[in-house]
Every structure is written in structure tokens, then in C-alpha cells.
């Protein structure tokens, strides 16, 4: 159990990915000041279920990961530009008292360490790609589908899970997914809805 200050959003970081912030209210430039004062650089990042980034009174997920911020430019304004990267699932134990930001108990998550068929591996990723890169010719917010993806099962389940043109629902769902085995089980019926939805699109005037 470690205690961590966590950073609500509106959108799902998985443990590999990038994140960009540029924080402008005052409580989350105190979190980045601690961050910056602290060994690890590291806060946490949950889902917003309900509500609103900016404001609090927001109703958050439980499962979420560990971000540890690589670069970090204060501007002259105050305001901060953060990029982090995520390293490790975590789950919320309890939330504390939101002073002067949100705070957390939370322990870190291991997937399960689950066998991955090769081919299937493969064949996912191509269908992520092709899905990620008809999203962009839909004019869809997407990665880039050239994007590296790893020969290994955990790293390339989250890498295909954010390369896949997914929600954030359908994102956290594949965060919370067990192990990589499972992660890619529920991102291949995820992309056969996308891929029905994707050439529906095509095919509409």
C-alpha cells in the first residue's frame, strides 16, 4: 500500500502509454510541485466517471495507473506543461481527503502472467492497425498505425489496446482486463464491433 496523489481525467492512460497535461488550476500545479520535490516524479491517473476534470466533485474509477513525469516546463504564468509516461496498474484502496488535491491509497496491480498464441498476436495487430488507420481516413482522432508494437505479450496487449480507435469505457475495460491473454480476448470483440461501425461509415454517402 502506498499513498499517491492522483489526477482524475477524462480519458484512460495505460501503463506504457504517453500523457500530455498542461495544468493551469491551482490545486494540480501544488501536485506537480510535490511530484517534482518527490524521488519518483510519480502521480496517479484515474477515469472520471461522473463530472468534471476541472472543479472536483467528480465521481472517479477504481482502477487506474501509475504516471511518472519525464518532462516538465513551468510556465511564466504558473501554469505547468507535464508529459508522463505510465508504468504500472494500480487499484484505489481508499480515497483521502482532497488537500489541497486528490489523494489516494492505492496498490500497484500485476497482470497476470497469461500464454499468448504468436499468430494471434499478429493477427491483432493487424486488424488494430488497419482499424487505427481508417479511423484517421474517417477523420477520427487515432494513432499512428505504423506505431511499434513489442513481441511481448503484456507490453504489446496495452500498446494494441491504446493503438485500437476504443472509448474510454471500452479502455478502461482493457485496463482492467487480467492479463494479456484477456486483454487481447476482449480487444478482438471490441475491434469486430469497430470494424462492422468502421465499414457501415464507408459505405454511407
Do not use: K
Not at 516538465?72 to 508522463?84: K, N
Not at 500498446?159 to 480476448?185: F, I, K, T
Amino acid at each position: 500500500m502506498r499513498v499517491l496523489p492522483m489526477f482524475p481525467l477524462g480519458n484512460v492512460l495505460l501503463p506504457g502509454g504517453v500523457l500530455s497535461l498542461h495544468v493551469f488550476e491551482p490545486r494540480y500545479q501544488s501536485l506537480v510541485r510535490d511530484c517534482i520535490a518527490a524521488d519518483d516524479h510519480e502521480f496517479g491517473v484515474v477515469l472520471i466517471d461522473r463530472g468534471h476534470e476541472v472543479g472536483g466533485g467528480d465521481v472517479r474509477r477504481p482502477v487506474g495507473t501509475v504516471a511518472r513525469m519525464v518532462q516538465v516546463a513551468e510556465l511564466p504564468d504558473g501554469r505547468f506543461a507535464v508529459i508522463a509516461v505510465g508504468v504500472q496498474r494500480l487499484r484505489v484502496e481508499r480515497w483521502l481527503a482532497d488537500d489541497p488535491y486528490p489523494i489516494a491509497e492505492i496498490e500497484e496491480w500485476d497482470d497476470l502472467d497469461e500464454p499468448v498464441d504468436a499468430g494471434r498476436l499478429s493477427e491483432i495487430t493487424q486488424r488494430a492497425r488497419r482499424a487505427a488507420a481508417l479511423a484517421l481516413e474517417l477523420g477520427d482522432a487515432a494513432t499512428d498505425p505504423s506505431v511499434d508494437v513489442s513481441d511481448e505479450p503484456r507490453a504489446a496487449s496495452y500498446q494494441l489496446a491504446e493503438l485500437a480507435p476504443v472509448g474510454a469505457a471500452d479502455a478502461y475495460d482493457l485496463l482492467c482486463s487480467a492479463g494479456p491473454g484477456a486483454r487481447l480476448g476482449l480487444l478482438d470483440a471490441l475491434l469486430g464491433d469497430l470494424e462492422a461501425v468502421q465499414a457501415f461509415r464507408l459505405q454511407s454517402p
